[in-house]
T-cell receptor, first 113, second 115 residues
């Protein structure tokens, strides 16, 4: 059973557009929700993360929106650039498990000029 | 963010040999490190959780005797793939949690190819 469900599997966005990736979870004990960016042949890089006590967090062009009641969270990439083309993973964890991350299946984002 | 390194970045070996992969936290002490395996165009699959000074906790279905994990210090964890076979070929990635928070940083990964 997959703990975190991510959609879409792939996303194509025009340069300057908004990229939106969605994730949903079932376990209400999760209390940390990070997003990772991965380029081919590289390890994932922590992009942005949120705790459930806030509904939104913004860092530069990246924003996480969090809906606790719906058990959903999403990543918005504003003014998408070709350099943002990568695979994005959402994840969730709970403190009592020493940080074990449960990953979504990933979204392959392509930003075309 | 915190820096995690892995060595080697890629390795090619013959079937039946053993391969050791090192994971180091360069600018912090990591009491907990994680080892993942990733197949092309797939998500990360957790293999085991490594705690400094104690035995690793393996995920269901991961062979403990095949994938030996040692976390001998607060900055180093090693994964040894014993008697490697072609089906062990994969991208292996480690991560480390930065105490006392929740942030977890990943190494650059090691590409293992078993001939």
């Amino acid at each position: 059973q997959q703990q975190v469900k991510q959609s879409p599997q792939s996303l194509i966005v025009q340069k300057g557009g908004i990229s939106i990736i969605n994730c949903a979870y079932e376990n209400t004990a999760f209390d940390y929700f990070p997003w990772y960016q991965q380029f081919p042949g590289k390890g994932p890089a922590l992009l942005i993360a949120i705790r459930p006590d806030v509904s939104e967090k913004k860092e530069g062009r990246f924003t996480i929106s969090f809906n606790k009641s719906a058990k959903q969270f999403s990543l918005h990439i504003m003014d998408s650039q070709p350099g943002d083309s990568a695979t994005y993973f959402c994840a969730a964890s709970r403190g009592s498990t020493l940080g074990r991350l449960y990953f979504g299946r990933g979204t392959q984002l392509t930003v075309w000029p | 963010g915190a820096v995690v390194s892995q060595h080697p970045s890629w390795v090619i070996c013959k079937s039946g040999t053993s391969v050791k992969i090192e994971c180091r936290s360069l600018d912090f002490q990591a009491t907990t490190m994680f080892w993942y395996r990733q197949f092309p165009k797939q998500s990360l699959m957790l293999m085991a959780t490594s705690n400094e000074g104690s035995k690793a906790t393996y995920e269901q279905g991961v062979e403990k005797d095949k994938f030996l994990i040692n976390h001998a210090s607060l900055t180093l964890s090693t994964l040894t793939v014993t008697s490697a076979h072609p089906e062990d070929s994969s991208f292996y990635i480690c991560s480390a949690r930065v105490p006392p928070g929740y942030e977890q940083f990943f190494g650059p990964g090691t590409r293992l190819t078993v001939l």
